[in-house]
T-cell receptor, first 115, second 114 residues
Framework: AQSVAQPEDQVNVAEGNPLTVKCTYSVSGNPYLFWYVQYPNRGLQFLLKYITGDNLVKGSYGFEAEFNKSQTSFHLKKPSALVSDSALYFCAVRGLDTGRRALTFGSGTRLQVQP | EAGVAQSPRYKIIEKRQSVAFWCNPISGHATLYWYQQILGQGPKLLIQFQNNGVVDDSQLPKDRFSAERLKGVDSTLKIQPAKLEDSAVYLC????????????FGPGTRLTVT
C-alpha cells in the first residue's frame, strides 16, 4: 500500500521569506510524486510533479520541490513567499508498479503567509 | 481549454435521502476519477474509470454508492441512502491515459447530510 505523510498541519511564514512544506511517502518501487494547491471553495490545482530525472523540479508560481529517494521525501519550497500563496497544499503519490493511476494524498498542510 | 465541470456545487439533504452528482471531464481525457474529501483530510479515491470501464472501485461503499460513465464521457455518482458521514466534498478529476500525467480537478460538490 502507498501512503503520504505531511507532518505539519500548518506552516506560518512571513512574506518575502523562504518557505518549505514537508512531505514523505511510502510506495512500492519508484514513485510518481505530485503537489497540488487548494484555494477556498475551489478544486485542486496542479503545481508540479516528479516522474524521473533531475531531483529538483520546478513548477507553477515559482514553486519547486526536491525529490530525495534515500529519505523518501518530496518537500515543496519557494525562495520568497507571497501573501497570495496562503492556501492548503497537498502532496500525492502514485506507484509505478500498479495499474491504478489514482493518487494517494496526504492530509494537507495549510500555509499562512503573513504580510 | 475548458476545465472539469461539476454540478451541483452545493447540496443539502437529509439522511436516508438520495443524491446524484454530475461530472463532465476535459475533452479527450479517457480517465475519470471520483474522490471524496472529508473536512480536514486529503481526497480519497472512490472510483476510477478508463473510458466507460471501471479500473478501481475498491474503496467505493457499494451498498450505498454507485457510479457510471456512459459513453466514456460524462459521469454520475449517486448515494442512496445517504448517511451523516457522507458529508464531504466530492471531487471529479480527469487525465489523459499516458503514464505520469497530472490529474485535473473540478471545483467539487459540497454535500451536507443533516
Amino acid at each position: 500500500a502507498q501512503s503520504v505523510a505531511q507532518p505539519e498541519d500548518q506552516v506560518n511564514v512571513a512574506e518575502g521569506n523562504p518557505l518549505t512544506v514537508k512531505c514523505t511517502y511510502s510506495v512500492s518501487g519508484n514513485p510518481y510524486l505530485f503537489w497540488y494547491v487548494q484555494y477556498p471553495n475551489r478544486g485542486l490545482q496542479f503545481l508540479l510533479k516528479y516522474i524521473t530525472g533531475d531531483n529538483l523540479v520546478k513548477g507553477s508560481y515559482g514553486f519547486e520541490a526536491e525529490f530525495n529517494k534515500s529519505q523518501t521525501s518530496f518537500h515543496l519550497k519557494k525562495p520568497s513567499a507571497l501573501v497570495s500563496d496562503s492556501a492548503l497544499y497537498f502532496c500525492a503519490v502514485r506507484g509505478l508498479d500498479t495499474g491504478r493511476r489514482a493518487l494517494t494524498f496526504g492530509s494537507g498542510t495549510r500555509l499562512q503567509v503573513q504580510p | 481549454e475548458a476545465g472539469v465541470a461539476q454540478s451541483p456545487r452545493y447540496k443539502i439533504i437529509e439522511k436516508r435521502q438520495s443524491v446524484a452528482f454530475w461530472c463532465n471531464p476535459i475533452s479527450g481525457h479517457a480517465t475519470l476519477y471520483w474522490y471524496q474529501q472529508i473536512l480536514g483530510q486529503g481526497p480519497k479515491l472512490l472510483i476510477q474509470f478508463q473510458n466507460n470501464g471501471v479500473v478501481d472501485d475498491s474503496q467505493l461503499p457499494k451498498d450505498r454508492f454507485s457510479a457510471e460513465r456512459l459513453k466514456g464521457v460524462d459521469s454520475t455518482l449517486k448515494i442512496q441512502p445517504a448517511k451523516l458521514e457522507d458529508s464531504a466534498v466530492y471531487l471529479c478529476a480527469s487525465s489523459l491515459v499516458r503514464e505520469g500525467l497530472e490529474q485535473y480537478f473540478g471545483p467539487g460538490t459540497r454535500l451536507t447530510v443533516t
